[in-house]
Structure formats: structure tokens, C-alpha cells
């Protein structure tokens, strides 16, 4: 059994009781349409932000931001989950009702609606990131191959977004499959001349982002055709660093840094292996359907 399975069925347990509290999270729009006026704006919104899990760096950043826009004074960040936030994003669109939910990029979101970030003049939700491979203390020395084709990988971010929006209509095992069998040119760039093993057991340690579970199934993938037996655990963010840390898992190829994850990476850095980044230029910020008439963070009104 996976040394972290304790762990995996405890974040996937929190995850299904985050999705089952925030079954109403689209109750902060109104009925009154695009509501773009700004004397209408906030009451249309119940000055509420639909934000995602309570320990994802976004959501720090999130508070960070209601906390340094003065006109974000009696605000809310409404915290739920990913999947949370995705319904009641969607839920607003088909009504053509208003709605400021956190969001990232690579999302499959921004593929599947007419979306548009704000503007954030203060820089609260940081600037553009990067997405990086960690591995435990020892793995070069205990798995040369496995440690040379995960420190190889690297991607950009429409590669990201093609299984993404690919696995609404599968499952991203699947649609992460399915990338590997279509790029063998790109996958050669991480095994070439790497030779394979004979069942060999390694751990991949990932967040319940849908962009993570995306690189960790590419990676479980090819790590699997040369000859792994891989296990795939997602976990919180925290648990994530303290789980290649302690050396209970492997490696993992989902942290976002500098911002985003730099909690976590400023405590556990001294005892992992620092790969660089497998994607860059990812973002965070405010997201709202592009049919609202504001374009920055300072256009939400006070809370009267």
C-alpha cells in the first residue's frame, strides 16, 4: 500500500465534504441580469468572491487582496472548492448573472467560457508563475532513470489545457494518455537514452488541481512505459511538500512558485531536490465573465 494512502483518502475525503457544503455557492448571483452598474454591483454579488480550496495558496493570496483594496473593505471570500467554484461559475454564465470567482491559468475554464481576468494594480494575486518538479533527497541515486525523465520534463501551457479540456469528456488518465501517443516527439526529449526497468515502484505526490493531475498522469504514463509500477496519490498542497520532504513520496511536478506555493516551499526547501520549472507564465487573479463592464480589481464598489 502507498505509503501516503492514509493521507490520499483523507485530502479526497475533505475535497467530497468541501464539494457537498458548497453545493449552494451560486446563490451570490442575483436576478438582476449583468448587473454591471456599480451601485448594483456589490449587492448583486453579496459582496462575496467564490473562491476554491481553503488550503490553496490562491486562496491566502485571495484574502490577501480583499484585505489590501480599500474598496474591498466588508467583502467576503466565499471558500468552497475547485469543483464548487466551476458550478456556480457556470451556473451565473447561463443566466448571464454576475460573478467574480479565483481563478488560474492553465484552466480548461478559459477554453470552455468567455472569461477575462482583473486588473490587480496593487500586484496582491502576484505576477506570472511557474509550475516546478521537486524531488526527494536520494531519488538520483535509487531511480537514475525515473530521476533523469522527470527532471527532463517540460511543457507549455497549451499542452496543459489540451488534456484538461480533453478529460471534461474522459478522465484525464485517459486524456493524459492520449497526449503521450500524440507528441512522441516531445516525450522522446525527456527519455532519450533512458533505459527501462523492470517494475520498480515509484510514487508521484499531486494536488487536486486539474492542471497537476494532468502533468502527474503524463509523467505516470511515461514513467509506466519504461518499466514503473506508479502510484499517483493526490493530497493537500501542504502535505504535498511534507510528502517529498520526508521522502514518503517520490517526486512531484505541481507546486506553483514563487507565489503560490511559497509557504509551503520556504518550509520544506532544505530537504528536497529542486528540479526547476517543468511550465512557465501561469497566472492567478479575479476572473469574471467577460460580459461584466468592469476591467480591475478597484471597479468592485465599497460595501456601504
Known amino acids: 500500500m502507498s505509503k501516503l494512502k492514509k493521507l490520499g483518502l483523507t485530502a479526497g475525503l475533505t475535497f467530497t465534504l ?42 491566502k493570496m485571495s484574502k490577501d487582496t480583499i484585505e489590501g483594496y480599500e474598496n474591498l473593505n466588508g467583502w467576503e471570500l466565499h471558500e468552497s472548492s475547485t469543483a464548487g467554484m466551476i458550478g456556480a461559475l457556470d451556473a451565473a454564465i447561463k443566466n448571464e448573472e454576475p460573478i467574480v470567482v479565483t481563478g488560474w491559468s492553465p484552466h480548461w475554464m478559459f477554453t470552455e467560457y468567455d472569461l477575462k481576468y482583473l486588473e490587480d494594480p496593487k500586484g496582491t494575486l502576484g505576477g506570472p508563475e511557474n509550475i516546478q518538479t521537486f524531488a526527494r533527497i536520494g531519488l538520483e541515486e535509487d531511480m537514475p532513470e525515473a530521476y533523469t525523465i522527470i527532471d527532463r520534463f517540460n511543457w507549455e501551457i497549451s499542452d496543459i489545457e489540451t488534456i484538461m479540456f480533453e478529460a471534461q469528456e474522459t478522465s484525464v488518465e485517459e486524456a493524459a494518455q492520449n497526449w503521450v501517443s500524440n507528441n512522441p516527439d516531445k516525450v522522446s526529449e525527456w527519455t532519450e537514452g533512458v ?29 509506466t512505459q519504461h518499466g514503473y509500477s506508479v502510484t499517483v496519490t493526490p493530497v493537500d498542497p501542504a502535505v504535498m511538500f511534507q510528502a517529498i520532504a520526508t521522502g514518503e513520496g517520490d517526486a512531484t511536478t505541481a507546486p506553483w512558485l514563487p507565489v503560490t506555493h511559497g509557504p509551503f516551499y520556504e518550509e520544506h526547501k532544505d530537504n528536497m531536490v529542486d528540479l526547476g520549472p517543468n511550465t512557465t507564465g501561469t497566472k492567478n487573479g479575479f476572473v469574471v465573465p467577460a460580459y461584466m463592464d468592469i476591467d480591475s480589481i478597484e471597479d468592485l464598489p465599497e460595501k456601504e
Open 195 to 223: 533505459g527501462k526497468v523492470d517494475g520498480d515502484e515509484i510514487e508521484l505526490i499531486t494536488t487536486q488541481w486539474d492542471s497537476e493531475l494532468a502533468s502527474t498522469h503524463v509523467m505516470e504514463e511515461v514513467l
Open 18 to 59: 468541501l464539494l457537498a457544503a458548497c453545493g449552494g455557492s451560486g446563490d451570490t448571483a442575483s436576478d438582476n441580469g449583468q448587473a454591471s452598474d456599480s451601485d448594483n454591483l456589490g449587492e448583486a454579488l453579496d459582496y462575496t468572491i467564490t473562491g476554491i480550496e481553503p488550503g490553496a495558496g490562491l486562496t
